[in-house]
């Protein structure tokens, strides 16, 4: 079945670092999602990429859909403690959607 | 306007019994979809409802499992004669259209499930 590989699966940071995780498929997606999950909570949608070479923005994300439409980023800069909790690449196939096993994201107090 | 709404948040089952999880999608949106998570795992697409059909039950267990989506009240995922395997998060998610690959799916804040 067709799988998200997510990277890194953790990441450490200092409050105010820039952060950048990436995801790669073996399949083409038709649209790249980015999702963040918070402890006990479901996951909210951050960022939609719908066309090979977008790059989008949301406040201090942004998201690019790769060329291939295989793979995605996602940056996050100047990041505050708020910005902890895991996220999640997805991508639409037909009716459902397709996640990798995230990034999780500390900040070193 | 409420978002995705599910209950219980947290349910406790012993081996053998039944679990019943609701899922009251946003106002509006006629199309459904249940996930499963496991701890450390992305989400896992299980079914995709529209009011009183079934349209894609392809990540469905054929067997303990069954889901609903009547006329009239919520979705329902149903899990008969539970095992400890079925513990995991499940997550219920709506949308407005359906089957666009555009259209964006509001996910609920999940129902923890534990099988003791």
């Known amino acids: 079945g067709q799988q ?3 990277s890194p699966q953790s990441m450490f940071i200092q409050e105010g670092e820039d952060v950048s995780m990436n995801c790669t498929s073996s399949s083409i997606f038709n649209t790249w999602l980015w999702y963040k999950q918070d402890p006990g909570e ?3 949608l951050l960022i939609a990429l719908y066309k090979a070479g977008e790059l989008t923005s949301n406040g201090r994300l942004t998201a690019q859909f790769g060329i291939t439409r295989k793979d995605s980023f996602l940056n996050i800069s100047a990041s ?10 997805a991508g639409h ?6 996640f990798g096993k995230g990034t999780r994201l500390h900040i070193l107090p | 306007n409420a978002g995705v709404m599910q209950n219980p948040r947290h349910l406790v089952r012993r081996r053998g019994q039944e679990a019943r999880l609701r899922c ?3 106002k509006g949106h006629s199309h459904v979809y249940w996930y499963r998570q496991l701890p450390e795992e992305g989400l896992k697409f299980m079914v995709y409802l529209q009011k009183e059909n079934i349209i894609d039950e392809s990540g469905m267990p054929k067997e303990r499992f069954s889901a609903e989506f009547p ?3 919520p979705s329902i995922l149903r899990i008969q ?5 079925d513990s995991a998060a499940y997550f219920c998610a709506s949308s407005p259209y359906g089957r666009l690959s555009t259209d964006t799916q509001y996910f609920g804040p999940g129902t923890r499930l534990t099988v003791l």
């Not at chain 1, 196939?93 to 397709?98: A, Q, R, S």
């Open chain 1, 42 to 44: 479901g996951p909210v």
């Open chain 1, 4 to 6: 998200l590989n997510q």
């Open chain 2, 71 to 73: 006329k009239e009240g």
């Open chain 2, 24 to 26: 009251s999608p946003m």
């Open chain 2, 81 to 85: 004669q539970v095992v400890r395997g």
């Open chain 1, 93 to 98: 196939l037909g009716d459902k959607i397709i």
């Open chain 1, 80 to 89: 505050i403690p708020s910005d902890v909790g895991i996220y999640f690449c």
